[in-house]
């Protein structure tokens, strides 16, 4: 062979090679795409970097520790935020007068709710909205997370007529006064109640002061 010919023979032998490794190589992209296909990685919070990469979290639930009570809680219940996160004052006016109210054969004062988080309280702000067609009716039943006693953890509600009515009859000499006429359950302290009375309700929250700020 001479010189000629060999150097005419060279770039076939890399025109060959390229022909076979080309597929080979189409073939292993196609099967690093099919694996990421199969194992996604999990998504990533917006401010993790990629060492903290992990799932995003849900969203927020609204629970017993924003003051959600349990069916059957009572002001003796001591593992319930809504009643263990009430003003100490308040709530040992109320265990006194349930414990004494019991002696009249009332059972145990019932809880639906006590001290709520500002979360809970704008739920339940956004539903009363909902149900009743506007911010304004809304406000006579339900206050701001910035206005509300709940969230304070000055006001506890009270289920059972026979509670609020015991209350309405002796509630004064424990200092617990129903606020608001249309809340017969709705219950805050009045220290000078044992010696003067309640004072007049108002006749719903939005005519409170207090809510007004």
């Known amino acids: ?24 190589a189409a073939l292993i992209i196609a099967a690093l795409g099919c694996q990421a296909l199969a194992s996604p990685s999990p998504p990533m919070s917006p401010t993790a970097s990629p060492s903290e990469a992990r799932p995003m979290e849900p969203p927020g639930v609204i629970d017993e520790e924003d003051g959600v009570v349990p069916d059957g809680t009572t002001v003796f219940d001591t593992d319930v935020p809504a009643v263990t996160r009430l003003e100490p004052a308040l709530l040992a006016a109320l265990r006194r007068a349930a414990t004494d109210a019991e002696d009249d054969g009332v059972q145990a004062f019932r809880v639906t709710s006590g001290w709520r988080s500002e979360d809970y309280q704008q739920q339940l702000l956004d539903e009363a909205v909902d149900r009743y067609g506007s911010e304004e009716e809304a406000a006579k039943w339900v206050a701001t997370p910035e206005t509300s006693a709940h969230v304070s953890a000055d006001a506890v509600d009270i289920e059972g007529s026979d509670a609020t009515a015991w209350l309405s009859r002796n509630g004064s000499a424990y200092g617990l006064c129903q606020t608001y006429a249309n809340e017969p359950w709705h219950y805050e302290l009045r220290f000078e109640a044992a010696a003067h009375g309640c004072p007049a309700m108002y006749d719903n929250p939005a005519q409170d002061p207090r809510t007004q700020r």
């Not at 060999?6 to 025109?15: C, I, L, V």
């Open 1 to 24: 062979m001479t010189r000629d010919a060999s150097a005419h023979e060279k770039p076939h032998r890399r025109t060959d090679l390229l022909k076979i490794g080309l597929p080979v």
